[in-house]
């Protein structure tokens, strides 16, 4: 049609190209249109912020493994109420267990939550833990399938991100700016893992570990998809290492990472996260401030590293688990704050993280934020 106007006397000519221009339009919307909204659909699905945790039942038992499974709960329920209570938008849980039996009582923490929390938190279906041939011995080293978070790539074959957390973890910050810093990645970053700051040093001879104070793997920002290309192969990669160290790891999953990422060529894989995300007794328990992050920015989420939580040696973070433990989702936040906040400035600057004379304020200063936004 275009070619004959070509042949046209000049009006003509104009006449006939602004027909065919007219008659473009509706294509040309539509097609706009179609690219517009598969594009924002293709936002929505690829933001849901995703994450996952791992749990599993001791098989032995006795009543002390009874007692842990019972706490792992309470940390779990906790967990998820923080999510809930500071995210605005809809989150996927991924429960990655031992048995359906166990999904099930993990999901049904959320069961009496007011129906606006618990449609923030969209559980995922059942997934068993999974571990590659090769590494079932080692399964339950250090705790009841700890190593299973390693295996997250192939666990979920089709999915393309998630954000790993232990279970002895709550946020004190929204969890979609944990899940947007894979978005940060350059092209080589396949994980996110926070610095340890501790332990690693350069005294440490047992094993190679990653930069200058290696890393704690209690939260990974992990792009499943490069873990899946992994230069030659992610499992192929751990094996070797659980079989050459396998006397000396006594953190199993931690040590595994320290190991890979220790050498320079896989180094150039991590990105590194920053210690506000993964914030921890041992970061402050010596009276000085490990972590300079969370001294300027506040703690993003909080990790109850070696029982912290429960066992009272550090009030500070006990403090923080039970109020959200006593925190019923509905009633008032104010008045959460408040009395961890009172929780907090009554308690004593003696010992251990309460020495830091700044450390109500870096636990405090992303609720108060959020609350601030709020209103
Ligand atoms: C069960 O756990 C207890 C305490 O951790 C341990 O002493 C005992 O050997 C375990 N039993 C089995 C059968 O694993
Ligand atoms: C699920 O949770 C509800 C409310 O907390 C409780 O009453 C019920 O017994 C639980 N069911 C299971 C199967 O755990
Ligand atoms: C993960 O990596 C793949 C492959 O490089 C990329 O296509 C994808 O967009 C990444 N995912 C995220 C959430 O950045
Ligand atoms: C580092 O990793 C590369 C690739 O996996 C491997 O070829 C090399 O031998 C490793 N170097 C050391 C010192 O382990």
């Known amino acids: 049609m275009s070619y004959r106007c070509i042949r046209m006397r000049f009006v003509y ?197 990653y930069g200058s104070s290696g890393l704690n793997t209690g939260v990974l920002v992990m792009n499943l998809t490069r873990v899946r290309a992994f230069e030659g192969g992610w499992t192929e990669n751990i094996i070797p290492i659980m079989e050459e160290y396998k006397t000396k790891l006594s953190l199993a999953d931690q040590d595994i990472l320290n190991i890979l990422f220790s050498n320079e060529t896989t180094a150039k894989h991590l990105y590194e996260l920053g210690c506000e995300w993964n914030y921890r007794e041992k970061l402050c328990s010596m009276g000085s401030s490990k972590c300079k992050s969370a001294q300027q920015l506040g703690v993003g989420l909080l990790h109850g590293a070696a029982l912290t939580f429960v066992n009272g040696v550090e009030k500070k973070f006990r403090a923080v688990f039970e109020a959200w433990e006593r925190h019923q989702l509905g009633e008032s936040e104010e008045a959460f704050l408040a009395r961890l906040r009172a929780t907090l400035r009554s308690q004593k600057r003696s010992w251990g993280c309460s020495r830091l004379p700044f450390i109500d304020k870096m636990l405090l200063q992303g609720l108060e934020r959020e609350r601030g936004q709020k209103e």
């Open 13 to 209: 000519k104009i006449l006939c190209v602004l027909a065919v221009m007219a008659m473009a339009v509706p294509f040309i919307t539509l097609l706009l249109h179609e690219s517009l909204s598969t594009s924002l659909f293709r936002k929505a699905i690829i933001e849901m912020p995703e994450f996952a945790i791992v749990v599993c039942r001791d098989k032995n038992n006795s009543q002390r493994s009874a007692r842990n499974f019972q706490r792992q709960l309470r940390q779990i329920s906790v967990l998820l109420k923080s999510a809930a209570s500071l995210t605005s938008e809809t989150l996927i849980f991924n429960i990655v267990a031992d048995s359906y039996a166990t999904y099930e009582t993990v999901t049904n923490l959320t069961a009496s939550w007011p129906a606006a929390y618990r449609q923030r938190v969209v559980f995922d279906e059942f997934k068993k833990v999974f571990f590659p041939p090769g590494t079932k011995k080692m399964k339950n080293l250090f705790r009841p399938c700890a190593i299973g978070k390693l295996f997250l790539a192939q666990t979920f074959e089709d999915k393309d991100a998630v954000v790993f957390l232990d279970t002895d973890t709550l946020f004190l910050m929204p969890p979609e700016d944990l899940w947007r810093k894979v978005y940060e990645f350059n092209p080589h970053q396949v994980i996110g893992i926070a610095p340890c700051l501790y332990m690693y040093g350069p005294g440490f001879k047992k094993f190679p570990t």
